[in-house]
Structure formats: C-alpha cells, structure tokens
C-alpha cells in the first residue's frame, strides 16, 4: 500500500520554488520586504522617542562597607504623625539619670603585728595536759593562717604560684603596677565567653617609667585577633597601658621589671 | 671535692634570680567607667554637619558605655578630617576616643558624610567610612555612625539603627485609648498607625521590621492582625473559631507562634505564614501563652502554670520535650529569649512586685535588673545587651517605656509623646 501512495506523489505537477519562474511574486515579496523595513524603522524612532519621555527613578546607592541605607518610606499620613503639642498636657520629664556604681576598690592589706610573748619573768611550772593540747592547737592555728594568707597575699595567686622564685621577690612590684593600672582598664564586659577577653600583653618600660614602644599582645590573646570580642578587649587593654603611663616603680630595681607581662582578665569583674 | 660542689651548685640554682625575666602581674579589677570619647561636629557648612555629630553623641551617651566630652571643653578643632589629628589636645580633655567626620553637598544633591574613629592613645586610626544619602535621611545615617563606633569600641553590634513599636495611651483611665505607634530608638519620628477606635495590645516585628504582628479587638472580637508597614495593609490572622492573642515571629520570619483560647484555656499553636497550616504545640489543661522562639529556631520558651503557679517552660518547635525551668520565688512569666541565645528575659510577680528579672536558659543564674514598683514585659535589642520594659507608675498613674542594660545598670525612661506600653524592639533595619 505504502508502495502505491509513493509513486503518486512523484506524479504531481513541479512546485514553483523561485521568483524566476515567477515575476509578480517577485514584485510582491519585494513590496512586502520593503514595507517590513519600513515599519521597523518607524518603530525604532518611537522606541527612542519614548525613552526620553520615561519618568527616570532614582536609586539610592550606598557605596560604604557596611551601610545599607534604603529610600526612604513613603511620607506618613499627616492626619497619623503623632504631634506632641496635641497628645501632652506637659512637657515630658527629664530622663533620670541613674550614676553608675563605682567598681569595688580591692582589698586593703591589713597588717597583723604579733608581739611574741615572754614569759621569762614567771616561774616555770608544769603544764597541764589540756594547756599542751591548746598550746599546739594555736601554733597549729598559726601556721595554717599563715599559709593560706588570704588577706595579705593581695598579688594575684599567678604571681605567687606560677612565675616561680622570682615572684615572692617581685610580689610587691606586680602589686604596685596593678594599683597603678586598674583605674585606667575598662574592660567590655559584654562578651557571651568571658574567656574570649583575657589578654596578654608583653610591655617594655623605661626606668622613668614610660612606655618603650608597641605593647605586644602575646599568649592565646594574639591569636584570638579575629575574634571582635578579643579584639576590643586588646584595645581596652592597650589604652590602659598608655593611658596609666608614667608607671613609678623604684628605679633601683628596673632589671625586675623593665619588662612585664600583663594579663588583663575581667572574668572576676563579671562575676564568672 | 665533688661532695662540695653539687650541694653548692643546687644551692645557686635556687637562689638564682633570672635577672632577664619578665615580671608577670595579673590585673583582674577594672574600672567600669563610660569610656570618654570626643564627637566634634561634623566639617561642614550645613547645619547637618552638627545635627550628626549631636545625635551620634546622644545615641553613644545613652548607651551607658560611652561619657561624649562636651564639646565646649575642647581645646583644638577639627577643620580636615584627611589629616591625622594632634591627639596630644585630645589628651588633654581626657578624651580616649574620637571621632572627625565631614558632610560633603554631591552635585546630584544627594550628601557624602565620611568618619574616622582615632584612637587617641594608640594614636591610630580604628575605623572610616563612608556613606551616600539623601539630605533627609542624615538621622539614620547618625546612627549608623553610632552603631560603627559602638561596635568597634565594644566588640558587640549596635542597636541604634532599629526602631520601637509600642502602644501609645491617651486619654482618661476609665476610657484609656490605645493606639499601635512605632519610633526610632531614640524616641524621635513617633507615628501612629492606627486611630484609636479600637484596643490593640502586644506588637510584634518580624525580623525584616517590615511586618507587624498584634493583637486588637476590631469588632469586640480579639484576634492577631498582620500590619504590613510598607503598604499600611493590615489582615487578619488565620479564621479562628475563638480569641487569638501573644504573637511572636520565628527568627526566619516565616512562622508565628501565637495562643488561642478555647473555653477558659489557651494553647499554643504555630503557623506556617506561607501555606496558612496551623500546629498545635500544647494541649495542657492549663493556661499555656506568651511563646518566644530561641535565636535559631528549634526551641520555643513559653508560660504556663501547669504546676500550680505561672512559671517558665520551654519545648521543641515541635512542642515536644516540654520542661520546667524556672524555679525561683514568686511567679514568673513573658519569657523572651535573648537574640544571642544565652539568656531569658521574664517578669517576675514576687511581693506585691513586678521586676524584670533574667536567667540562663536552663533556668540558672537569674538575676532581677530593673527597680521599678510594676516593671513587665520585656523586649530585647538586637544585641541582646539592652532592654527596654513597660514601667507602671504608681497609683494608676499611667504607663512609661524605659530601658536597662543586661547588666543591671543605666536604667532610663525612653522618652514617648505621652504615656506608652508594651514596646518591641525591632531587629537592624535593613
């Protein structure tokens, strides 16, 4: 059946395919092309015409690194914008304001003197049983409040405990630094990990007592730098070095602290 | 010989002082001063140039952190902010920190404003920017400024650059009208954004500040609304058959936890805001309210006085693994978590007194931070470092908004067009 229908097909008259065989059609394709250009033409000026008679909208760029101002909102109903000369009687009170509480000063050492007891001019007489016992209870006693020390051992237990033989002999000039400097350190206390603001800084200092260049953060603190936390709580340091400056420690003993390592830690100020 | 020696030597070994050794001190007391910084008025010939300056001054004072130098105590001026400054002059006033910054007229007519934060005893540059904007917009730009500085100075983000939904209330106690308004944070540009005819209470942003949702009685009937800020649209939420009320946003914006009520009883349900589903989170008998999602979205803390009394709960987003976990006295309720995720804000009705009080999250650590009669209903900055409540006046006579750090400290009223309630703090304007 296929067979039979191809033939046919072969059959048929020749389909016209070019304007040679035909002059009229020519003329008419030509006509049509010419009138095809024509219209895109015109359109293309309108187009252009147009664009000159848009309304331009302005766009608020903001080339800062860190700003995202937007246009602004449209403008409220009049009849809405609270008018404060409509809606109050008087003038709104002052705010009050709250003093802030002075941060507790340290401790201040309070000596003990003890003036031993000489019990030469009185006769010697057997002690009782109970005395011995007492007697060695307060020696005891003695012994063990000298070795905690809590009220005295004002330098931190770092100085006492970590920086081996050198801090009994240098306890007081940490003590004297510290005094000088705490008034001067405003740590930022709003960190969610107070771990985040502890620093250290290694400074060098001159026998008048100023600073000798750059303090170096030194520690963990150094590589916590990206951390803005850490970073701020540097600054806060750092300003307090320089801010405290001239230190006045006795210059007899600058080899014990021409240089100093600084450990700034708010943790205590925080409560954690 | 030798039986002398190693004694010897082990005894210089002991005694020896390493001469060359860094003295070490800890310093572990501060002192938690607002930190001193000058503001001198922007370089200009506008008058806008000091408007900045003024309110970046104003915005860094009432944060509590910062102490601006009155600029009548300086002793130099700033007339090229591209010149590095005598920071000696600045010492001198006490001054740790300061800022130059000019306001240049662009030919488009649009205004240039550039800052530098010195740091004047490390004698370098902290921070510059730069920013373009129309002239009518200086304020925000003020506040940018204030929020830079803040961030810089303290490490935390700043808040200046949010606004405040609040309720505004006029009129006599008997016939109180209250009308939804929103603010800057600094209390200026108050708008209202309804008129009054009916009550509307509990606004809530959703995280872009475009949207906020509430609870009003249009039609004697309690139901939450969606205020759309940018068209003024306003919709109902949700067909529901009883009272809605508490809304609180996710932190993605694309949920609502809200309470529905249901003869004498309220649960907590969370809507999907994109295909409208509804989900129950609670099914107590008791009175369960006041949802607030945690900053990422997988844990809600909420009411409820299931145990005999109002205290804290928190569960799922699913509303499974519900736990107690406030403990102390008295009564305790609106808990709102924290942005930072590390503590919950409530009020506490203890003695015959409402306090602000926050804790950690497992109920640890609660600590009360305001000291009004009726203080309640708190709301956080975006930095979670600030709050700002409702302060009832004693007597019944009337209602304030005031502020708090986290700490406790720099307690302030923020200043409204006459009295106000229930504020929400929106997140950074984007």
Redesign the interface.
């Known amino acids: 059946m296929s067979k039979s229908q191809t033939p046919a097909k072969r059959k048929g008259p020749p389909r016209p395919t070019t304007a040679r065989s035909n002059p009229a059609g020519f003329a008419i394709s030509l006509f049509l092309h010419l009138g095809l250009v024509a219209a895109t033409w015109f359109t293309w000026n309108r187009m252009l015409d147009s664009s000159q008679e848009s309304h331009a909208v302005p766009v ?14 449209p403008p ?1 109903d009049p009849d ?5 000369s409509q ?2 009687d008087e003038p ?2 002052l ?4 003093d ?2 002075p ?2 000063l ?1 401790p201040i050492p309070q000596f003990k003197i003890v003036t031993p007891k000489t019990d030469l001019d009185q006769p010697d007489r057997p002690k009782t049983k109970k005395q011995i016992v007492q007697e060695a209870d307060a020696v005891l006693n003695k012994i063990l409040a000298q070795a905690a020390a809590p009220k005295n051992a004002k330098a ?1 237990p ?2 006492i405990q ?6 009994l ?2 306890a007081d ?2 003590d004297a ?2 005094s000088q ?12 990990n107070p771990n985040d603001l502890v620093v250290d800084y ?1 400074v060098q200092l001159r026998v008048d007592g100023t600073v000798m260049g750059q303090p170096q953060l030194s520690g963990n603190s150094a590589l916590g730098q990206g ?7 540097a ?1 806060a340091a ?3 070095i ?2 405290c400056a001239p230190y006045n420690l006795p210059a007899r003993r600058y ?3 021409h ?11 925080m409560g954690r | 010989m030798r039986k002398f020696l190693l004694p010897l030597v082990a005894l210089a070994a ?2 020896a ?19 001193p910084i000058a503001i001198p008025d922007f370089v200009t010939t506008d008058p806008v140039g000091a408007n900045i300056a003024s309110v970046v001054r104003a915005d860094l004072e009432r944060s ?2 910062f102490k601006p130098v009155d600029p009548r105590a300086f002793v130099d001026k700033v007339t090229n902010i591209n010149v590095v400054p005598n920071f000696a002059n600045w010492r001198v006033i006490s001054a ?1 920190g300061l800022v130059t910054g000019d306001v240049v007229q662009q030919p488009d007519g649009r205004l240039r404003v550039d800052f530098r934060l010195w ?1 004047v ?2 004698e370098s540059q ?1 921070l510059g ?6 002239p ?2 200086w304020r ?2 003020a506040h ?1 400024v204030s929020d ?1 500085i803040y ?6 983000k700043g808040y200046f650059d949010t606004r405040i939904v609040f309720i ?1 209330e ?1 009129g006599p106690a008997t016939r109180r009208v209250k009308r939804l ?1 929103v603010m800057d944070e600094d209390g200026a540009n ?4 309804t ?1 009054g005819d009916y009550m509307v209470l509990t606004p809530r942003f959703n995280p872009t500040a475009q949207m906020i949702a509430y609870m009003s009685y249009i039609g004697a009937k309690p139901r939450v609304y969606l205020f759309d ?2 068209t003024g649209k306003q919709e109902v939420l949700g067909n529901f058959p009883n009272m809605t009320f508490s809304p609180r946003f996710s932190p993605d914006g694309n949920k609502l936890a809200l309470s529905l009520e249901n003869n004498g009883n309220s649960d907590i349900f969370v809507m999907d805001l994109r295909s409208r589903q509804v989900t129950r989170l609670t099914s107590d008998p008791a009175i369960d309210t006041a949802p607030s999602f945690s900053p990422d979205g997988r844990q809600i803390t909420f009411e409820s006085d299931r145990g005999g009394s109002q205290q804290i709960y928190i569960m799922n987003v699913d509303g499974s693994n519900q736990r107690r976990v406030s403990f102390g006295s008295g009564r305790n309720g609106t808990p709102v978590w924290s942005p ?1 995720g ?1 503590l919950i804000a409530f009020t506490k009705q203890d003695g015959g007194r409402f306090d602000i009080g926050v804790m950690r999250v497992d109920g640890s650590g609660e600590r009360l931070i305001s000291s009004g009669w009726e203080d309640e209903g708190p709301t956080w900055a975006p930095n979670g ?1 600030v709050l700002m409540f409702t302060r009832s006046i004693q007597g019944g006579r009337g209602a304030q908004i005031w502020s708090v750090d ?2 406790g ?5 923020v ?4 009295d106000a309630s229930d504020p929400a703090w929106s997140p950074l ?2």
Request: net charge neutral; charged share 20%.
């Open positions: 608020e760029l903001v080339v800062a690194e860190q700003t995202n101002v937007q246009a602004e909102a409220p809405l914008v609270i008018k404060p809606s109050i709104p009170p705010p009050q304001f709250v802030l509480e941060a507790p340290p931190g770092r100085v970590g920086a081996g033989n050198q801090s002999a240098t000039l940490a630094l510290k400097i705490y008034r001067c350190w405003n740590p930022p206390v709003g960190a969610p290694t951390n803005p936390y850490t970073r701020a709580a600054e750092s300003r307090a320089y801010q080899s014990d602290w240089e100093i390592i600084l450990r700034f830690d708010p943790r205590e100020m | 002991l005694f002082t390493p001469a060359l050794a860094a003295l070490q001190v800890d310093v572990t007391q501060g002192n938690a001063q607002p930190l509590g952190l740790q740091d005893y490390g902290m920017q730069q920013f373009f904007t129309q009518a917009n925000r730009i940018l830079a961030e810089r100075i303290t490490g935390e505004s006029t308004a108050p708008i209202f954004l008129r800020l940018e930072r590390d470092r986290v700490t400290r720099n307690e302030r009223r200043m409204t067009p006459g304007i984007q």
